[in-house]
């Protein structure tokens, strides 16, 4: 399994932006498909986006199309979320996940094998 770390949550107003990233290791990064997911107090963990294992096919959640974007650099190791005019209905633990190969394109969680610990994104009114 790769091992992922995230990091760049915080706490902003409405309207900003912050710039989550995850770092893998472990294994060879450029062979996974990578996602964010997020979970909100009390509900289940929900897909917000993707990203093949060469980063050009990218699918979003309808909520976040057109203020997210998800981006990987493969040579860092890394996979990014930009998130831009936030809103407090944003604010949730925000997840990196992992699966092996493009051949299973699902979005559901437990089509995810590896999963960071999260990290808090609060946006405030």
């Known amino acids: 399994q790769v091992q992922l770390v995230e990091s760049g949550g915080g706490l902003v107003q409405a309207g900003a932006s912050l710039r989550l990233s995850c770092v893998a290791s472990?294994?060879?990064?450029?062979?996974?498909?990578m996602a964010w997911f997020r979970q909100f107090p009390g509900k289940e963990r929900e897909f917000v986006a993707r990203?093949?294992?060469?980063?050009?096919?990218?699918y979003y959640a309808p909520s976040v199309q057109g203020r997210f974007t998800i981006s990987r650099d493969n040579a860092k190791n890394t996979v990014y979320l930009e998130m831009n005019n936030l809103k407090p209905e944003d604010t949730a633990v925000y997840y990196c996940?992992?699966?092996?190969?493009?051949?299973?394109?699902?979005?559901?969680?437990?089509?995810?094998?590896?999963w960071g610990q999260g990290t808090q994104v609060t946006v405030s009114s």
């Open positions: 996940a992992a699966k092996t190969g493009d051949d299973d394109m699902s979005i559901t969680v437990s089509s995810f094998s590896s």
């Open positions: 472990g294994r060879t990064f450029s062979d996974y498909m």
């Open positions: 990203l093949n294992t060469r980063g050009f096919s990218k």
